[in-house]
Structure formats: structure tokens, C-alpha cells
């Protein structure tokens, strides 16, 4: 992760960073909070999407691989209501 | 002077500048695209200060961190029902909202609206109205190109294409748009008489119950006729709705197209990047202009603390997403534009619940027209040196009143 994509994220109060090179182990979404902003489309359109009903955030992959890491990351920083969490 | 926080790292306020008394929001830019240099220096020194607003003589607290601007507009302690405000001699204070105005509303009130909306404005759905956006703008481009020049880019350009835009979205038929089109441009224009203002908005409601009505009998697959199939939305929720996407909708991206182009102008090596359709173009010119700076009102509905400050329910604060965005803890060079750096965590679209619901569409609008208009006017200029480009200064979205252009 980089200062200039995800910045202010340990002043943010952001989960501490995973072991250096781990790959993503998991990422969970909270539907009941999501307010259908849909950054995190924009950041990792292979992780997320917009649910075509309701337009709520809806988890493509769970587990995505370690190369998309910083995407999901910067999905988590973008995220105006929090909804997103990275494990 | 300023210390740290014990408790949160953040500097304290130790009563900087000792002399010159509280600042006063708003404070105004000095230059169009730039905001004012007092408010880097309360974003180092004070990022969650007291300031008084001359009008009626309250104070608010000014909050001009990224991060801090984040918190507080992600924070459910901190409502949006509120009344008053910039160029308004009364105090702000809580209010009840009309139905159906939920950028005014708090928690699941404000959830039950959204989310009725939010299928409308996904990513998905907005890039389907992407062809009919290029077919508007390259009307507008041709429209202009049979004008004697110079043209005036704010009426042929920036503020037709976004109002066309919220027709096709809501499902105005044809011929009523040019009436809708000139009521909602008397509207967005603040500067207009008040008279003449109030004028607008009843012409307008008027245009929106007729729209309503006519859809009620025939419910098409635009929003309108949408929410009036599902059939849980009054006719009085529905015109408030659309007058909020048209007032959310409208002027904002007209002026992001105005003050975007001259900013552009003035920085051909990045006008050049965009024409060439440089991919973080939209969001770039959004951090750095931050035409939505001094309106970000919230009211504290419990004690709460932000920054090491202390701040009781009942008092309001302010957030400064312009300086927010020119935060040197948002990006490297915060103040140096540059549509080719990696995508920021800007606030000029809000942040929290209340974010723009309409930014996927925002971006696109500014892709296409910004884009459209470089490559069809390769030598685009403006036909008045800078000083003579009339500024919107008071008004609460920063933007120009016009920008006659040439080719
Ligand atoms: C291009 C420039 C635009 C900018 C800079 C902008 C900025 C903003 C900001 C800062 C907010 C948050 C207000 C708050 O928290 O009180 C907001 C909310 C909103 N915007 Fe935009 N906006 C733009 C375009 C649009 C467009 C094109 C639409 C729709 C057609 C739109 C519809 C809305 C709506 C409905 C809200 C209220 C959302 C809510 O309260 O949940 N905006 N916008
Ligand atoms: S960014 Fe957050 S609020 Fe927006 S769609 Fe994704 S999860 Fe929902």
C-alpha cells in the first residue's frame, strides 16, 4: 500500500497493516450500512459489484488474491460508510 | 502554539493567532481555484477550530483535516437537518425536513429514501446512459460551433448538458424540457433576484407535478416512472426528490465544466492529458477544485469530541472539504494539479452516508463533455484575459457566472 493511494489510514484508526506480504485472507462487507456509493466498484471491480436489485455492495471474491491486495485496500479506504472490511 | 493530543495525536488548540480573534466563514478564496491560504494555516495550527459566521454573529466549528473532515462526516452524532447557514441573516438551528429532501435527513430516515434511489445511480446502470451523454454533448458542441464567436461556454455548454442530462434521467419528454430547462436555470443561478428565484422553483414544481402526473398514467423505465410503479412515494415526495437531483445535479456539474475549463487553460501540459483522455481526469479536477467548500453544514446532536476539542450537542460545525482535499496528508503536492496521479480518498464529493449519490454519473459527465468539447475545439481559448472572468465569490458553489471562449 502506498502513502499517496490510501493515506491517513493508521490516523483513520484503520486496522493496524497485515503481516507484509501475506496475501488478502479475507474481506467482508456490511450490505446494512453500504450506502450504494460504489467506490468500491470503481477500486476492485473484480472484488465487488453493485447488486443489479438493490444496488448494495455484493462480494464477488472473498478471498482475492495477494496482486489485488492494495485494490481492496483502497476499496476499504474509499468506502464512505465503513462497509467494507479487509482481514 | 500548538501541542498534541495525548489521546489523539492531533494538535490541540492553544489559542492561535493569539491577537486576531476568531477566523469568519466563510472564508472566502482569493483565487477561483484555490482555497484561501488561511485555511492551510488553520489546518496546521487549529484543524477543528471555533469561527464565527458576521451574518448573525454564531459560531461554528471550522474542521479542516482529511482525516478529521472524514470522521466527522462519517460520524451519526453529527445531523444534516440544518437550517441556515452561509447568506442567510438568520442562526442555523436543527430543522424538520419535507418529506422526500433526505440530503437533509439523518439515519434510517435518510436510509429509506436513499436506498429506493440507489439502484438508479450505480456504476453499472450510470454507464448505460453513456451513449446518450455523448449524443447531448456533441449536440451542444454543434450548437455552439454555429455560434458567432466568442461563445459563452457557461450558457451553450456547462449548464445545458447537465440539466439535458436530468431530463433524460428522470424521463422529461421533449417538448417540455426547454421549459423545465430555462426554470431550472433561473433556479441555480443564486444570483439572481430572490423574487425571480421563488418565481423559478414554482414554475419548476409545476414542470415536475406534470411530470409526475404523466407518469403515474404511464409509467415508463426512467426514475419517475420507477418509484411511481413501486408505488410507495407520494406526489409530494416525488417532487422533492426531483428537485433535489436537479439541484444536487445541476449546477454542480456546470460548474465543475466552467472553473474545470479555465482551470484547464491555464494549465495546457494537463489540458492535453485530458483531451488525450487521461482516466483520473474527473476526480483530479474534483480534489483540486473543491467547488463544494463552504456549505458542508452538520449539527451535534450529542457531546461529542473531534480533534482533542470538545464539542456540546446543540453546536454546529463546518466542513472545509477544499482544505481537506489540499490536506498534504491526502497526496504528495497537494496543491500541484495533476490528473495523472494515482486516485486520491478525496472529499469533494462528501463522504459517509450523505455522499454524492450521483458521482458515478458526476465523473462521467465530466469525462464525455470535458473530453468532447478538447478534442472538437483543438484551439480552445478564452476570449477575455483571466481578471476579466466574472467569479461566482459569494456563491455557495464556486464556479464561474460566465466564460466567453473561442476557437
Ligand atoms: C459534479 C459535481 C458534483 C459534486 C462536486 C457533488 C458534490 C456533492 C456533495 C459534496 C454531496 C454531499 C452533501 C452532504 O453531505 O450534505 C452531494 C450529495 C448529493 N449529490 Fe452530488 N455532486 C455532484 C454531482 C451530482 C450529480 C450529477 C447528481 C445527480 C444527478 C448529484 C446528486 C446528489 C444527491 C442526490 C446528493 C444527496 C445524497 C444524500 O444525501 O444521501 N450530485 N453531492
Ligand atoms: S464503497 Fe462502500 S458504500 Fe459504496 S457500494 Fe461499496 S460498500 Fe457500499
Same mark, same amino acid.
Given at each position: 500500500?502506498?502513502?499517496?493511494?490510501?493515506?491517513?489510514?493508521?490516523? $483513520?484508526?484503520?486496522?493496524?497493516?497485515?503481516? $507484509?506480504?501475506?496475501?488478502?485472507?479475507?474481506?467482508?462487507?456490511?450490505?446494512?450500512?453500504?450506502?450504494?456509493?460504489?467506490? %468500491?466498484?470503481?477500486?476492485?471491480?473484480?472484488?465487488?459489484?453493485?447488486?443489479?436489485?438493490?444496488?448494495?455492495?455484493?462480494?464477488?471474491?472473498?478471498?482475492?488474491?495477494?496482486?489485488?491486495?492494495?485494490?481492496?485496500?483502497?476499496?476499504?479506504?474509499? %468506502?464512505?460508510?465503513?462497509?467494507?472490511?479487509?482481514? | 502554539?500548538?501541542?498534541?493530543?495525548?489521546?489523539?495525536?492531533?494538535?490541540?488548540?492553544?489559542?492561535?493567532?493569539?491577537?486576531?480573534?476568531?477566523?469568519?466563514?466563510?472564508?472566502?478564496?482569493?483565487?477561483?481555484?484555490?482555497?484561501?491560504?488561511?485555511?492551510?494555516?488553520?489546518?496546521?495550527?487549529?484543524?477543528?477550530?471555533?469561527?464565527?459566521?458576521?451574518?448573525?454573529?454564531?459560531?461554528?466549528?471550522?474542521?479542516?483535516g482529511h482525516d478529521l473532515v472524514r470522521r466527522m462526516l462519517a460520524d451519526p452524532r453529527w445531523s444534516s437537518s440544518v437550517d441556515g447557514g452561509l447568506g442567510e441573516d438568520r442562526p442555523l438551528r436543527l430543522k424538520q425536513p419535507e418529506p422526500g429532501? +433526505?440530503?437533509?435527513?439523518?439515519?434510517?430516515?435518510?436510509?429509506?429514501?436513499?436506498?429506493?434511489?440507489?439502484?438508479?445511480?450505480?456504476?453499472?446502470?450510470?454507464?448505460?446512459?453513456?451513449?446518450?451523454?455523448?449524443?447531448?454533448?456533441?449536440?451542444?458542441?454543434?450548437?455552439?460551433?454555429?455560434?458567432?464567436?466568442?461563445?459563452?461556454?457557461?450558457?451553450? =455548454?456547462?449548464?445545458?448538458?447537465?440539466?439535458?442530462?436530468?431530463?433524460?434521467?428522470?424521463?422529461?419528454?421533449?417538448?417540455?424540457?426547454?421549459? =423545465?430547462?430555462?426554470?431550472?436555470?433561473?433556479?441555480?443561478?443564486?444570483?439572481?433576484?430572490?423574487?425571480?428565484?421563488?418565481?423559478?422553483?414554482?414554475?419548476?414544481?409545476?414542470?415536475?407535478?406534470?411530470?409526475?402526473?404523466?407518469?403515474?398514467?404511464?409509467?415508463?423505465?426512467?426514475?419517475?416512472?420507477?418509484?411511481?410503479?413501486?408505488?410507495?412515494?407520494t406526489d409530494g415526495e416525488l417532487v422533492q426528490i426531483s428537485m433535489l437531483l436537479l439541484v444536487a445535479g445541476h449546477e454542480t456539474t456546470a460548474n465543475m465544466l466552467g472553473l474545470g475549463t479555465l482551470l484547464l487553460l491555464?494549465?495546457?501540459?494537463?489540458?492535453?492529458?485530458?483531451?488525450?483522455?487521461?482516466?483520473?481526469?474527473?476526480?483530479?479536477?474534483?480534489?483540486?477544485?473543491?467547488?463544494?467548500?463552504?456549505?458542508? +453544514?452538520?449539527?451535534?446532536?450529542?457531546?461529542?469530541?473531534?480533534?482533542?476539542?470538545?464539542?456540546?450537542?446543540?453546536? =454546529?460545525?463546518?466542513?472545509?472539504?477544499?482544505?481537506?482535499?489540499?490536506?498534504?496528508?491526502?497526496?504528495?503536492?497537494?496543491?500541484?494539479?495533476?490528473?495523472?496521479?494515482?486516485?486520491?480518498?478525496?472529499?469533494?464529493?462528501?463522504?459517509?452516508?450523505?455522499?454524492?449519490?450521483?458521482?458515478?454519473?458526476?465523473?462521467?459527465?465530466?469525462?464525455?463533455?470535458?473530453?468532447?468539447?478538447?478534442?472538437? =475545439?483543438?484551439?480552445?481559448?478564452?476570449?477575455?484575459?483571466?481578471?476579466?472572468?466574472?467569479?461566482?465569490?459569494?456563491?455557495?458553489?464556486?464556479?464561474?457566472?460566465?466564460?466567453?471562449?473561442?476557437?
Amino acid at each position: 500500500m502506498s502513502a499517496v493511494d490510501v493515506p491517513g489510514e493508521t490516523a $483513520a484508526g484503520a486496522p493496524a497493516e497485515a503481516t $507484509a506480504d501475506a496475501g488478502v485472507t479475507g474481506v467482508t462487507v456490511d450490505r446494512e450500512s453500504c450506502c450504494g456509493a460504489g467506490q %468500491c466498484v470503481l477500486a476492485a471491480p473484480a472484488v465487488f459489484a453493485q447488486s443489479e436489485e438493490d444496488g448494495l455492495v455484493v462480494l464477488l471474491d472473498p478471498n482475492p488474491p495477494a496482486e489485488l491486495r492494495d485494490a481492496v485496500r483502497r476499496a476499504q479506504s474509499y %468506502c464512505p460508510s465503513r462497509s467494507v472490511t479487509v482481514r | 502554539m500548538t501541542q498534541r493530543s495525548e489521546f489523539s495525536g492531533y494538535p490541540v488548540d492553544t489559542g492561535y493567532p493569539v491577537d486576531s480573534g476568531l477566523p469568519e466563514v466563510p472564508i472566502r478564496r482569493t483565487c477561483p481555484f484555490d482555497p484561501s491560504p488561511e485555511l492551510a494555516g488553520l489546518r496546521t495550527a487549529r484543524p477543528v477550530a471555533r469561527a464565527v459566521m458576521p451574518l448573525d454573529g454564531s459560531e461554528v466549528w471550522l474542521v479542516t483535516g482529511h482525516d478529521l473532515v472524514r470522521r466527522m462526516l462519517a460520524d451519526p452524532r453529527w445531523s444534516s437537518s440544518v437550517d441556515g447557514g452561509l447568506g442567510e441573516d438568520r442562526p442555523l438551528r436543527l430543522k424538520q425536513p419535507e418529506p422526500g429532501m +433526505f440530503i437533509e435527513m439523518d439515519g434510517p430516515e435518510h436510509a429509506r429514501y436513499r436506498r429506493m434511489l440507489i439502484p438508479h445511480f450505480t456504476v453499472q446502470r450510470t454507464n448505460r446512459l453513456r451513449p446518450r451523454i455523448e449524443q447531448i454533448v456533441a449536440e451542444r458542441l454543434d450548437a455552439m460551433e454555429r455560434l458567432p464567436r466568442p461563445v459563452d461556454l457557461v450558457a451553450e =455548454f456547462a449548464l445545458p448538458v447537465p440539466s439535458l442530462v436530468i431530463c433524460e434521467l428522470l424521463g422529461m419528454p421533449y417538448e417540455e424540457r426547454a421549459g =423545465f430547462q430555462e426554470a431550472a436555470r433561473a433556479l441555480v443561478r443564486l444570483d439572481s433576484p430572490a423574487g425571480e428565484t421563488e418565481a423559478a422553483l414554482d414554475r419548476l414544481a409545476g414542470h415536475l407535478a406534470k411530470l409526475i402526473a404523466a407518469k403515474r398514467a404511464e409509467p415508463d423505465g426512467a426514475l419517475i416512472g420507477e418509484l411511481v410503479r413501486e408505488g410507495v412515494l407520494t406526489d409530494g415526495e416525488l417532487v422533492q426528490i426531483s428537485m433535489l437531483l436537479l439541484v444536487a445535479g445541476h449546477e454542480t456539474t456546470a460548474n465543475m465544466l466552467g472553473l474545470g475549463t479555465l482551470l484547464l487553460l491555464r494549465h495546457p501540459d494537463q489540458l492535453a492529458l485530458v483531451r488525450q483522455g487521461a482516466p483520473g481526469a474527473a476526480d483530479e479536477l474534483l480534489r483540486y477544485l473543491s467547488i463544494i467548500d463552504a456549505v458542508m +453544514f452538520r449539527g451535534a446532536k450529542e457531546d461529542l469530541t473531534l480533534g482533542g476539542q470538545r464539542i456540546r450537542a446543540g453546536e =454546529f460545525g463546518l466542513a472545509s472539504l477544499g482544505a481537506a482535499n489540499r490536506d498534504p496528508a491526502l497526496c504528495e503536492d497537494p496543491d500541484r494539479l495533476d490528473v495523472t496521479r494515482p486516485r486520491t480518498a478525496h472529499v469533494a464529493l462528501g463522504f459517509g452516508p450523505h455522499q454524492c449519490l450521483g458521482q458515478n454519473l458526476a465523473r462521467l459527465e465530466l469525462e464525455v463533455a470535458l473530453q468532447a468539447l478538447l478534442r472538437r =475545439f483543438p484551439g480552445l481559448r478564452a476570449a477575455v484575459p483571466l481578471e476579466e472572468v466574472s467569479i461566482r465569490e459569494d456563491a455557495a458553489i464556486h464556479g464561474v457566472d460566465s466564460l466567453p471562449v473561442t476557437w
